[in-house]
């Protein structure tokens, strides 16, 4: 079975300039998160699909960050513009359906590191 | 609101010995619980979870954890570690109330000396 993909794995820009991340979850999955993992503390996470639609994005920067899940398979997370303090991995993770979101196991890609100058 | 503390930001124990990795949570409802493994450029894993079934769990490569609603803890262990067991270790908290935001601690790091 795939695993989550993620792509770029690597990603440096300047500050002010935009930014997108793509990730492709497990097939068959309904329920997609991104997580933001500053160096040195755990993830947070910043939005939730189930299938197309928006679970949670209550900590979601909206005025830079936005995200979406097309067709309900692979979803991308834009940056623009990007802060300095915005360098951090950005995780894509995938679960199974989502009837029960609270117990689902999470499966994670790699990762995108983004270094912001 | 729900969250959760790792007690410890590095733990190191020698090849062989126990390990021990603390977990307290808050939650205000019926809480399911994890733990994550971080192994160096890698995805994290699924260790083991916790989902109002038996309160002792068992996970992969040895580890197991204890749900203690009076303690309201989720100590992860092992019995004995091996050198394959660096890395590094979140504990997460879920619950049904409201909100499914997964919640993540800050991590233990661990080391393990031969």
């Known amino acids: 079975e795939a695993g989550v993909a993620q792509s770029p794995r690597y990603k440096i820009i300047e500050k002010r300039q935009s930014v997108a991340f793509w990730c492709n979850p497990i097939s068959g999955h309904a329920t997609l998160y991104w997580y933001q993992q500053i160096l040195g503390q755990g993830p947070k996470l910043l939005i939730q699909f189930q299938n197309n639609g928006v679970v949670d994005d209550s900590q979601l920067p909206k005025d830079r960050f936005s995200a979406e899940r097309l067709k309900g398979v692979d979803s991308t997370l834009k940056i623009q513009p990007a802060k300095l303090e915005d360098s951090a991995v950005y995780l894509c993770?995938?679960?199974?359906?989502?009837?029960?979101?609270?117990?689902?196991?999470?499966?994670f890609g790699p990762g995108t590191r983004l270094l912001v100058l | 609101a729900q969250s959760v503390t790792q007690l410890d930001s590095h733990v190191s124990v020698s090849e062989g010995t126990p390990v021990l990795l603390r977990c307290n949570y808050s939650?205000?409802?019926?809480?399911?619980l994890f733990w994550y493994v971080q192994h160096p450029n890698k995805g994290l894993q699924l260790l083991l979870k916790y989902t109002s079934a038996a309160t002792l769990v068992k996970g992969i490569n040895g580890f197991e954890a204890e749900f203690k609603k009076s303690e309201t803890s989720f100590h992860l262990t092992k019995p004995s570690a091996h050198m394959s067991d660096a890395a590094e270790y979140f504990c997460v908290v879920s619950d049904l109330g409201g909100s499914y935001i997964p919640t993540f601690g800050r991590g233990t790091s661990l080391i393990v000396h031969p």
């Open positions: 993770a995938s679960s199974l359906d989502g009837q029960r979101l609270s117990r689902e196991t999470q499966y």
């Open positions: 939650s205000s409802y019926s809480p399911s």
